[in-house]
């Protein structure tokens, strides 16, 4: 069973994947998605346990569903 600090990591190597692959930088996806651009640093290196609201502001940010996080 994986930890949740696994978890986090993973989220956060997938945030950083999908965030790239649009082209933007960290503050660029904070300011579109409303969250501080150390906010979505420290998701990326797994340190922050995200919400489920910020997960689906960060979807809408990178026109995508909250689903493709988990794929």
Do not use: C, P, W
Not at 3 to 11: D, H, L
Not at 44 to 70: C, M, P, T, Y
Request: charge should be positive; hydrophobic fraction near 35%; glycine fraction near 8%.
């Amino acid at each position: 069973m994986m930890s949740i600090t696994t978890k986090r990591k993973e989220f956060g190597s997938r945030l950083r994947e999908l965030r790239k692959k649009a082209g933007f930088s960290q503050e660029e996806l904070g300011f579109k998605a409303g969250l501080h651009r150390t906010y979505i640093g420290s998701i990326e290196r797994g340190e922050q346990n995200i919400s489920v609201d910020n997960i689906n502001k960060l979807a809408k940010a990178l026109k995508i569903s909250a689903k493709e996080f988990f794929e």
